[in-house]
């Protein structure tokens, strides 16, 4: 007999539960450090983390930070006072890779959340935060997950940068009532 679906989201939040346990909160305070000092932030990342990410560029917007996502039409030139912010769970896709390249040849901040942070994009950055988690090939020794590929990456990608959020929210002393002026109001 199959499993109810009670059953299976249950497996996965507890997944998601150790996953976040394992985070580094030193890292995660460099990445707060990093945002808050930068001009502008650019996000980036690939699939599924490429979506987490972009999410997180959301709530940035609405906290009233100057942000933009990589790749779409209106995103402006980076330059040395802002951040790129990338989300690979390998931390080895060219495109990404690339793109740290470059920001860093303009000389800007380089900040990734990886789950290697040995990869080329964990080396040239400025700031790493380390996720646990499967990349898409499940070679990994640092987490044993149920889930599909990178699933556990990206999810524990999507919760740690809603936990950074709310971090920020209480160094700028924002409730979420302030941050509906710039919700989206052409829905």
């Known amino acids: ?21 394992k985070v580094d909160g030193t890292q995660i305070e460099e990445l707060i450090k990093r945002i808050m000092r930068s001009e502008s932030i650019f996000v980036a990342g690939g699939g599924r983390s490429g979506l987490m990410i ?10 009233g930070y100057k942000v933009h996502v990589v790749g779409d039409t209106v995103t402006p030139a980076i330059g040395e006072r802002d951040l790129l912010l990338i989300g690979s ?3 080895e896709t060219q495109s990404l890779v690339a793109m740290a390249q470059k920001a860093k040849s303009i000389g800007s901040a380089l900040a990734v959340v990886t789950i290697k942070p040995e990869s080329r994009l964990g080396k040239l950055s400025d700031t790493v935060v380390v996720l646990p988690g499967a ?8 987490l044993v997950t149920v889930q599909p590929m990178a699933s556990l990456f990206e999810q524990t990608l999507l919760i740690v940068l809603d936990a950074v959020i709310l971090r920020l929210m209480e160094q700028k002393e924002l409730q979420s009532d302030n941050m509906f002026g710039l919700h989206a109001n052409l829905e």
């Open 1 to 21: 007999m199959d499993k109810p679906i009670f059953q299976h989201a249950d497996v996965i939040a507890r997944e998601i539960s150790e996953s976040v346990q």
């Open 54 to 63: 972009r999410s997180f560029a959301m709530r940035l917007m609405q906290m």
């Open 89 to 91: 769970g390998s931390g």
């Open 135 to 142: 990349t898409k090939d499940q070679n990994q020794d640092n």
